[in-house]
């Protein structure tokens, strides 16, 4: 194999071994700024975007263990490699996707350790993000401590109530 291929398998090897999650892309006829758009948009979640040859590829993921179905590339092929936000990396991918049909197919991609179909990564983009996650675990913490504060408000205010009405009580009797 010649150097240049070489050092190509290797730094492809490397993000996948690197990547906990990746998106396998077919493009068509996209222009430099639109790609420019969507790389930019990649890595604003953490993730990175890069086109392979795909006999490179298929042999750089042999050689990290993982196993790609050669059928399903189809077309050129780009590599979309999550970052610590796999479920930002898809929704951005999706994304553009909606805008742009058809210069953008998703033929599958890897998501702990499973390779995964289209439609899985999709159901994947729909996943709320980290900090809506983190958003609603504290609402989840902080929904049973504002309950028990309203039940001891309640307590009180009818503790209250019961010995304004004995006052009142001894009160009309005097």
Not at 12 to 40: C, G, H, W
Not at 72 to 93: E, F, N, P, Q, R
Not at 96 to 124: A, M, R, Y
């Amino acid at each position: 194999m010649r150097k240049e291929k070489q050092f190509l398998l290797d730094e492809i090897k490397e993000k996948l071994d690197q990547s906990s999650a990746f998106v396998l892309t077919s493009y068509q006829k996209m222009d430099p700024n639109l790609t420019a758009d969507f790389r930019s948009s990649v890595i604003q979640t953490g993730g990175a975007f890069s086109v392979v040859k795909k006999r490179v590829f298929l042999k750089a993921a042999e050689e990290a263990g993982v196993a790609i179905d050669k059928e399903m590339l189809k077309g050129h092929v780009a590599i979309v490699y999550s970052g610590d936000d796999v479920a930002a990396t898809t929704k951005a991918v999706y994304t553009f996707k909606k805008s742009n049909d058809e210069l953008l197919d998703v033929l599958g991609g890897l998501f702990e350790g499973k390779i995964c179909s289209p439609q899985d990564l999709k159901e994947i983009s729909e996943l709320p993000s980290m900090d809506e996650m983190r958003a609603q675990i504290l609402g989840l913490f902080k929904a049973p401590l504002s309950d028990i504060v309203s039940l001891f408000e309640a307590l009180q205010s009818d503790v209250i109530g019961c010995i304004d009405e004995k006052v009142k009580k001894e009160e009309s009797k005097q």
